[in-house]
C-alpha cells in the first residue's frame, strides 16, 4: 500500500502523515543499510544524499589509479533501493544538509526547505583533514569520492605525459616522482599499485621516458606503515612495497606542500647515538594526500544545536545504542560516530572507521528505532570484528582475520592474502554486474599488466595545480 510522503515542508507546515517519518542523511554503508532494513517497517522513510551514486569506496584507489571503471564501484541509489521504493515508503532526495534544527526536528537543505522528521539517522561519512593546513589541498588530493579519484588519476597520468614533453632532465625529474602522504591503508594501496603502473603498464608506451625510472615515495609521520595492524604484519607490508619499488620514509613529518613538492622533517641518528631533526625537501609535481581524515561538517553542527560531543576529529560521540543522550530519535552511523561495541558489556571497545563498522551501525540504528516504535528497549551496538585487511600490489597483501565468537586470530600475507583480499572486495561489491566487471578487469590486468581505465577529461591546462608555469623554478628547500 502506497503512503504518502510528503517529502519536504516549510518550516510553518505541520507534518500531515500520522506515520512515523525516518530522514536518513547519506546513503554510503551505513545509511543504505538503514534505509534495507526500514523499509519493511510502517515507516516513512526519506533518503537524502548529494550525489546519486553509491560508492564502493575501499576499491575507490583502483579508479583513481586507472585499474577500475567509475561504475564497477559506484550504482544509482535509486536503483540499488528500487525494490524498497516499490513498497511505497521510501523516498530519495539528491540534495546536501547543511544544518539540524533539533528545536522544530527538522534538517535543513541546500535550497532552504526543511525536512521534518520523527527520527533521524546521519550518515554523511568523512572528509579530508589536513591537520589546519587547508592551503595543501590544492596540491595534495585526497581520495574519498569519484571526484577525487578522477582528480587524482588526471594528475597521475598527465605527470607522465609531462615528462615526455620535458627535454631537461633535472626537470623531467620531479614529474617523474610520486609522494604519497600517510600510510594507512589508502595510502599502501595507492604507493603500491603507482609503482606497479610505473614498472609494467607504462614502460612500452612512451619514447623519451623510461616510465620504470619513476620514483614513488612513502611518506608516514608514525615509526610504522599501517599503524592499525600488528606489527609483524605492518613489517611485512613495508618489505612488500619495498620489493615492488616504493620507497618508505617513517617518521617523515610533513612540514610544507607546495606545487614543487614536499618539505619534511626526520630524526637523523649519528654514530654516536646523538640524534638531530634535518629538515629535506623532495621535489614532486605529484602529491597525495592519505594522512587524515576527519568527520562531516554536521557533527559540529550537530553539537551546536544539541550540546553532545565530539572528538577531534569531528566525530559525535555516541550512546551505546548509537543515538543521543539529549535526543534519543537522533542517531549517528558511520565515520561519523565515534562509537564503542558492547559485545563484552563489562568491556566496551572502539569500532574502527571500516565499512563492516559502518553496515552493523546503520542496521542497528534502524533496529532501535523500529524497537521504540514498537515500546521495547533498545539494545546497545555489538560489533562483530572480522579482521582487517590491505593489499600492497599485484600478489602482495596482510591480512589479521578474527574468527566471530572465538579468540583465534590468524594472521597471513603475500600471495595467500591477496586472493582473499580479491575474494573478499568481490563479494562485497554491490550488484552481480559488478561483480563480474570487477572480477574480469581485475583478471585482465593480472595476466596483461594493462589498465584501459586510462582516460581523462579536463585538460591539466584547465583545473589542475599543474598550470604553474613550467619555467618557474622550483621552491628551495628550508633552512636545516
Not at 553509491?54 to 575507490?60: G, M, T, V
Not at 551501525?361 to 528505532?369: D, P, Q, V, Y
Not at 582475520?401 to 563479494?427: E, N, Q, R
Amino acid at each position: 500500500m502506497n503512503r504518502p510522503t510528503n517529502a519536504i515542508s516549510t518550516p510553518d507546515a505541520a507534518k500531515t502523515s500520522a506515520v512515523p517519518r525516518v530522514v536518513i542523511v547519506g546513503c554510503g554503508f551505513g545509511g543504505l543499510e538503514a534505509a534495507r532494513v526500514l523499509s519493511k517497517a510502517a515507516v516513512e522513510i526519506i533518503v537524502v544524499d548529494r550525489t546519486n551514486h553509491h560508492l564502493f569506496q575501499p576499491l575507490l584507489y583502483q579508479v583513481a589509479t586507472a585499474g577500475l571503471p567509475a561504475p564497477a564501484i559506484a550504482g544509482p541509489i535509486r536503483h540499488i533501493l528500487r525494490g524498497e521504493i516499490a513498497r511505497g515508503n521510501l523516498t530519495v532526495l539528491m540534495g546536501e544538509v547543511m544544518s539540524i534544527d533539533t528545536a522544530s526536528n527538522c534538517v535543513v537543505m541546500d535550497g532552504g526547505e526543511h525536512l521534518h522528521f520523527d527520527h533521524l539517522i546521519l550518515a554523511s561519512g568523512a572528509t579530508h583533514s589536513y591537520f589546519g593546513r587547508d592551503d595543501w589541498a590544492k596540491y595534495a588530493p585526497g581520495l574519498k569520492t569519484l571526484g577525487d579519484a578522477f582528480t587524482i588519476r588526471r594528475r597521475v597520468l598527465t605527470a607522465f605525459e609531462q615528462a615526455e614533453r620535458e627535454t631537461d632532465l633535472a626537470k623531467r625529474e620531479p614529474w617523474l616522482t610520486f609522494a604519497i602522504v600517510g600510510a594507512g591503508p589508502t595510502g599502501v594501496e595507492m604507493a603500491g599499485t603507482l609503482s606497479e603502473i610505473a614498472q609494467h603498464t607504462l614502460h612500452a608506451e612512451f619514447r623519451r621516458i623510461d616510465s620504470r625510472r619513476a620514483r614513488v615515495i612513502l611518506l608516514e609521520g608514525a615509526a610504522k606503515v599501517l599503524g592499525s595492524f600488528p606489527d609483524d604484519l605492518s613489517q611485512r607490508a613495508k618489505e612488500q612495497l619495498v620489493d615492488l619499488g616504493v620507497e618508505v620514509l617513517v617518521g617523515a613529518k610533513v612540514t610544507n606542500i607546495t606545487a614543487f613538492g614536499i618539505h619534511y622533517d626526520m630524526v637523523d641518528v649519528a654514530a654516536d647515538g646523538t640524534s638531530q631533526t634535518v629538515s629535506h625537501f623532495l621535489p614532486s609535481r605529484t602529491v597525495i594526500w592519505a594522512a587524515g581524515v576527519a568527520a562531516s561538517p554536521l557533527g559540529r553542527s550537530l553539537a551546536k544545536s544539541t550540546g553532545c560531543e565530539v572528538d577531534r576529529a569531528g566525530r559525535v560521540i555516541v550512546q551505546p545504542e548509537l543515538n543521543l543522550a539529549s535526543h534519543p530519535n537522533i542517531y549517528v552511523v558511520g565515520d561519523l560516530a565515534s562509537a564503542k561495541s558492547y559485545l563484552d558489556p563489562k568491556n566496551p571497545t572502539v569500532v574502527p572507521g571500516v565499512s563492516p563498522g559502518a553496515k552493523q551501525m546503520g542496521r542497528t540504528a534502524a533496529k532501535n528505532i523500529i524497537r521504540r516504535l514498537q515500546g521495547k528497549e533498545a539494545g546497545a551496538f555489538r560489533y562483530l570484528d572480522y579482521g582487517a585487511l590491505a593489499t600492497i600490489g599485484r600478489r602482495a597483501a596482510i591480512a589479521a582475520v578474527d574468527v566471530p565468537f572465538t579468540s583465534i586470530k590468524i594472521k597471513f600475507s603475500g600471495l595467500s592474502a591477496w586472493l582473499f583480499w580479491l575474494f573478499v572486495h568481490v563479494y562485497f561489491l554491490i550488484g552481480f554486474r559488478n561483480r563480474m566487471l570487477v572480477f574480469m578487469d581485475w583478471a585482465w590486468a593480472y595476466f596483461t599488466s594493462q589498465r584501459h581505465a586510462r582516460i581523462f577529461i579536463a585538460p591539466y591546462l584547465r583545473d589542475t595545480h599543474q598550470t604553474v608555469a613550467r619555467s618557474e623554478p622550483p621552491a628551495p628547500p628550508p633552512p636545516v
